[in-house]
């Protein structure tokens, strides 16, 4: 039976340091050496998981972006990709704005990067995000003045925010009103003050993805790990949902197993156990 193993990054795979261990790289870069098909479905953009996974053998696409889309690691290039219409990414950045959050808007160029806009001053947790993330290869961040603040960009494939917690859920309950929207909210695994939105095309999903992804690789039985809320709609759809210790309460009500924590190596010893047996 072949199995396709798909993990979320962060607070599943990555370590409390936000990195791949030298031991969880070692023992799945040999499981896939000797045929096992495994990939990760993260929120991340092909930018830092490709930063993640240098030293990690993969043997599928990585599902980006929660299902937003899919990256090549081999040729660098995006094989799939789901758009939002400008007017769905119009109405959200209105919203994000009205609740005083700032939008920061992921557009896909020809050339396979992705185009970040951000107006205003970014403080705080939105500052260090993009801070930590400028000097990728893949993804370059505009840093512009308020006042030129268009209505939306054309080919907007995700919209991303930062804010305070109790925001963050109004702003999101407010955008899944909007046709043509699906609007993720889910809490900073490291601070729960902070919470994050994703705002994507309706249907994108790490559901439909991962679904796409198991016929895609002719797999017989998909397996996912998972620690937060947005893990949940792949974990409901797969042959067998692994949740980490520390994942959240409503994580491991859908987990057919629980595991050890992310800082223990469980996600890749529990692989090398399964595709070993």
Not at 125 to 151: C, G, M, N, V, W
Request: overall charge negative; proline content about 5%.
């Amino acid at each position: 039976m072949k199995t396709l193993y798909v993990t979320d990054l962060d607070g599943t795979l990555l370590s409390t340091d936000s990195k791949v261990s030298e031991r969880s790289a070692a023992i799945i870069s040999d499981c896939v050496s000797r045929g096992a098909l495994f990939t990760c479905a993260t929120a991340r953009t092909p930018a830092t998981v490709e930063m993640l996974l240098r030293h990690t053998l993969t043997s599928a696409p990585a599902i980006v972006m929660t299902g937003a889309a899919t990256w090549d690691l081999r040729s660098h290039r995006f094989i799939t990709t789901k758009l939002m219409s400008d007017d769905t990414a119009a109405r959200c950045t209105e919203i994000c704005r009205r609740h005083g959050l700032l939008p920061m808007t992921y557009t896909v160029t020809s050339d396979e990067r992705l185009d970040v806009y951000v107006h205003g001053h970014p403080e705080g947790p939105s500052e260090k995000f993009i801070a930590d993330r400028q000097h990728l290869k893949y993804k370059r961040f505009h840093i512009l003045p308020t006042a030129e603040a268009p209505d939306f960009y054309p080919r907007t494939i995700i919209i991303f925010v930062i804010g305070e917690a109790g925001v963050i859920k109004a702003a999101a309950e407010e955008m899944n009103s909007v046709e043509g929207c699906t609007a993720v909210p889910y809490p900073d695994i490291f601070n729960p003050r902070v919470a994050m939105i994703d705002i994507y095309a309706a249907g994108v999903s790490k559901a439909e993805a991962v679904i796409k992804l198991k016929k895609a690789t002719g797999a017989d039985r998909l397996t996912v790990f998972g620690d937060n809320l947005n893990d949940i709609p792949m974990m409901q759809v797969a042959d067998c949902a692994i949740a980490v210790e520390n994942a959240l309460p409503g994580v491991k009500a859908v987990a057919h197993e629980i595991i050890g924590p992310n800082t223990s190596d469980s996600v890749a010893r529990y692989i090398l156990k399964d595709f070993d047996r």
